[in-house]
């Protein structure tokens, strides 16, 4: 019986570091520009996708347009690229892309979309809001 307990003991305290040192190397500090390119990335997935939910989770409640308003203006503008088709067969394009960071807000540029509407390209802006990069701002040419 204490043979067993003896090493029941000994491999609850190997699972229990392998969790301390996983958990510690999941802890590893993301830059900013890999968190917003990590965003970026989602969001250009999304619209290949033309999954509308995928896309406005990288949009904050704070999201700002001069045609579309708000969040809500920006889903119903992207829900009509979808049911119309621009959004079938999309390319996006982030080979040229630059992420620049000032303080709590990102600027991505350029991002290359081609789709059954054209092409355009679009600059993101990002807010870092408690510790999380969100789209605060979008100009797209060419639309």
């Not at 996708?49 to 809500?72: C, L, P, Q």
Request: aromatic share 10%.
């Amino acid at each position: 019986m204490k043979k067993h307990f003896s090493l029941l003991t000994v491999a609850m305290v190997v699972v229990c570091m392998s969790l301390i040192v996983f958990g510690c190397q999941t802890a590893k500090k993301v830059s900013p520009e890999e968190a917003v390119t990590a965003q970026v990335n989602k969001f250009a997935e999304a619209m290949k996708a033309k999954n509308i939910d995928g896309i406005m989770a990288v949009f904050s409640e704070k999201f700002e347009h001069y045609e579309w308003g708000d969040k809500a203006g920006a889903r119903e503008f992207l829900q009509q690229a979808v049911d119309v088709g621009y959004l079938d067969g999309l390319e996006v394009d982030l080979s040229k892309m630059q992420v620049k960071v000032d303080g709590a807000t990102a600027t991505v540029y350029p991002i290359d979309i081609r789709g059954n509407f054209g092409s355009t390209t679009v600059e993101l802006v990002f807010t870092n809001e408690n510790g999380n990069w969100l789209v605060t701002g979008l100009d797209a040419s060419d639309i």
